[in-house]
């Protein structure tokens, strides 16, 4: 049997141990991911590398320069749709929790690893999903404007015929002649 290939993947790592991101890219590589990766550990590198052609944000909670929380919150602010995991050695499970109301897409510790590649999974797939869901909702809304558009202008087109036929009766009594249309009074 054939193995899959490996799926590309982009990512930036905020990590301040660089031995620490060589495992997370270890752990991807064997889970079918191949890498390419940047690493950072300030929140200056960290704005300078996030852009919107990422797949994916791990995060150390905790970091001497700059934190997961902090790098949470750039990713929304700049690149909303990325997803984002926390990968961690010292964060508490409340601390994870307000992570994951706060936007992370999932949270791990360092030392267990082994379902970093069934995260990643999850989480493009729900970026996935939302990115579905909102072009769809965008969908939506342009095709409301277009309804809208044309009913404003199907009513206008209305107005105008109306106006005419309230003319043409004019016209007809100026030359005592009955009216040809019905005309509905103004409300």
């Known amino acids: 049997m054939k193995t899959p290939a490996p799926q590309n993947l982009n990512i930036l790592i905020a990590e301040d141990n660089p031995a620490d991101a060589e495992i997370l890219v270890r752990a991807l590589r064997r889970s079918g991911y191949e890498p390419t990766w940047t690493r950072v550990e300030t929140e200056a590198a960290f704005l300078r590398s996030l852009h ?41 499970e409340e601390t994870a929790v307000a992570a994951m109301r706060s936007g992370a897409m999932d949270y791990l510790m ?17 970026s996935q999903l939302r990115r579905q869901v909102q072009q769809a909702e965008q969908k939506m809304r342009d095709q ?21 036929k309230v003319e043409v009766n004019q016209l007809l009594a100026q ?4 009216p040809r249309y019905d005309v509905a009074s103004a409300p």
């Open 52 to 92: 919107p052609g990422l797949d994916l944000v791990l995060s150390d909670y905790d970091m001497p320069n700059f934190s997961g929380l902090q790098a949470l919150q750039l990713v929304k602010l700049h690149c909303p749709g990325i997803p984002f995991i926390i990968v961690s050695g010292t964060i508490g």
């Open 110 to 126: 360092k030392d267990r690893l082994a379902r970093l590649g069934e995260a990643v999974s999850q989480a493009l797939k729900k």
């Open 144 to 164: 409301l404007d277009e309804l809208l558009r044309w009913q404003e202008i199907m009513l206008e087109r209305e107005d105008r015929v109306q106006a005419l």
């Open 175 to 178: 030359q005592k002649q009955p």
